[in-house]
């Protein structure tokens, strides 16, 4: 079992993290007893503090609650009357829908980059995840070991001291280069007057932080806040039982424990023999099944690298399509006579009905309506995985990834190129493609660990017009890693002139494409004025 770090509290600080906490000492837990709005808010903080969320909670968040009333709470309250209840509706009536009105908000601590993705696959769930643009990876933890995954399996085989020394001298690399990143972004890019010392400082860390993000690797650990109805949770816990990685059938287990402290009688079925049981084999079995018969028929065919941004699949009338959509929902007409009305349309017509549908946007905010959803558009990418983390946040679309490997090549980011230091960052990246070439036979699963985040992925997204909209407004801004900024500007480009949606593209006026040396430096200034005006 990996070895996870533990925390030490004092008795008064543990007597008040049991009323709010259902364990103070394991890496997932759940919070309960808690207003809304303060577990939204822990989970917000959360995202870019390196603390633990019960040491964030205890460091920020516990003075200005009144505890006095919470001393007599029990979580159990109340349970066994409702699992009477869910025994009655779900079991005798079969009412799936009941499971959907319970929530829980769920802590989910040290798990690798790796078994974030699949933490965070459902479309149904909130998540918000430890950001490697604020947060250092130079620093151990409290039990002296760097953040990374230490599987039990790999590290008990004949791999397994070389596993430990490569990996520590991945995080050794990293931690050399961040500060000496951080001295060239402050020559490159000096203070002005208008910002003050804090927000260019954390503008500048982030610059640092994004050029060095590339050297972790796929094991490196992470937190994730992850709230969810009780049938998320379960089909959730399912899909990791299912997942040929360790980590995750292990972590599922401790996730079953805590959420069963919370919402029991929703996960009842999740090791049910003809219920949980059987989903999961099923899910499993068609894995596996799928997999050896494709290796049988391609195994021989060469992969092509390089970084990439192709829109492969569309429908060449989905302007069209749009408009009768938009015609449906805005007249009593059946949708052949809409069908027969929009083919008789002017230019002049169309684009008057499109210019009133659409509106003046008076922010990114202010999309247009369902009748967006009408096209799709099918993309396939190349790009490094610390991109591929971000844009895999955008859950409402269809994204599936491969496994990770290093046979698609890496990036060098051109701040590490400008300060000279290319050598030590493919050295670095070498030792991550060495390590994975020695595991990835006995063990294919786990040589993801391996994999540095420069290294690319290749990914299929597809989503509507109206997702395209919010999606590539959204990751084309200037506070943007520049990664990502990259794919969002193709993707726009090729809406417009692969599709010849141009009507479309237009529509997307707030996709920004203007150069910025300091992406995060106008945000910091934001958040500056905000902490002023409080």
């Known amino acids: 079992m990996h070895p996870y770090a533990t925390e030490e509290f004092t008795e008064a600080e543990a007597e008040v993290l049991r009323r709010y ?65 869910y025994q009655k509706v779900f079991f005798e009536y079969g009412d799936d829908s009941v499971a959907q009105l319970g929530g829980v908000h769920l802590a989910c601590e040290q798990a690798s980059n790796v078994l974030t993705k699949i933490l ?58 961040l500060p000496k990143m951080v001295e060239f972004a402050t020559k490159k890019f ?27 690797p796929a094991s490196a650990l992470s937190n994730v ?11 959730l816990l399912l899909r990791m039982r299912a997942h040929p990685l360790p980590e995750a059938r292990y972590y599922a287990d401790l996730m079953l424990t805590e959420l069963r402290k919370v919402i029991p009688s929703f996960l009842k079925r999740v090791d049910l023999e003809d219920r949980g049981v059987a989903w999961t084999n099923y899910m499993a079995d068609t894995k596996s099944a799928t997999a050896k018969v494709l290796d049988e028929l391609w195994a021989d065919t060469l992969v092509t690298p390089g970084e990439s941004v192709t829109l492969t699949d569309f429908d060449p009338d989905g302007e069209q399509r749009i408009l009768e959509a938009i015609g449906f929902a805005n007249s009593t007409l059946s949708a052949a006579q809409v069908r027969e009305k929009v083919a008789t349309l002017s230019d002049s017509e ?71 230091y290319g050598a030590e960052y493919a050295a670095s990246l070498d030792r991550s493609r060495d390590l994975y070439e020695t595991l990835k036979e006995e063990f294919p699963d786990q040589a993801q660990y391996a994999v540095a985040l420069a290294f690319r992925i290749r990914y299929v997204m597809q989503f509507n017009a109206r997702e395209a909209m919010h999606m590539i407004e959204l990751r084309s801004g200037p506070q943007g890693h520049p990664s990502y900024r990259r794919v969002a500007h193709e993707m726009h480009r090729q809406i417009g002139e692969v599709a010849g949606h141009h009507a479309i593209a237009n529509a997307m006026t707030y996709v920004d494409y203007s150069d910025t040396d300091l992406e995060r430096l106008e945000a910091e200034r934001a958040a500056e004025r905000a902490r002023q005006s409080r």
Not at 141 to 161: C, I, M, P, T, V
Not at 196 to 211: E, N, P, S
Not at 374 to 381: A, G, Q, S
């Open 120 to 177: 965070e696959w459902g479309r149904i769930m909130s998540y918000l995840e430890q950001s490697t643009r604020y947060l250092g990876y130079d620093k151990r933890l409290s039990n002296g070991f760097y953040r990374y995954y230490r599987d039990h399996n790999l590290l008990e085989s004949k791999y397994g001291a070389k596993y430990i020394g490569e990996m520590d001298r991945m995080f050794d690399s990293y931690a050399e280069l």
């Open 225 to 235: 806040g992850i709230y969810g109805s009780g049938q998320a949770f379960e089909s």
């Open 21 to 85: 906490f259902t364990n103070l000492e394991g890496p997932v837990f759940a919070l309960v007893n808690l207003p809304e709005v303060v577990k939204g808010a822990l989970f917000a903080r959360y995202s870019r503090s390196s603390k633990s969320l019960r040491r964030l909670f205890l460091d920020e968040f516990v003075e200005d609650l009144v505890l006095d009333g919470d001393e007599g709470i029990d979580a159990t309250v109340g349970l066994e009357r409702a699992d009477d209840l």
């Open 350 to 420: 169309k684009t008057a009905i499109l210019n009133a549908y659409i509106g003046d946007r008076g922010n990114r905010r202010h999309r247009p309506g369902r009748a967006f959803e009408r096209t799709d558009y099918r993309f396939e990418l190349v790009t490094d995985y610390g991109a591929f983390r971000d844009l895999q946040r955008h859950r409402l679309l269809t994204i599936e990834w491969q496994p990770l490997t290093t046979e698609l090549g890496y990036d060098t980011p051109e701040l590490i190129e400008e300060a000279g």
């Open 190 to 216: 000096p203070k002005t007057p208008e910002d003050t010392d804090f927000a260019y400082r954390m503008a500048i860390r982030a610059k640092a932080l994004d050029a060095v993000r590339g050297l972790l």
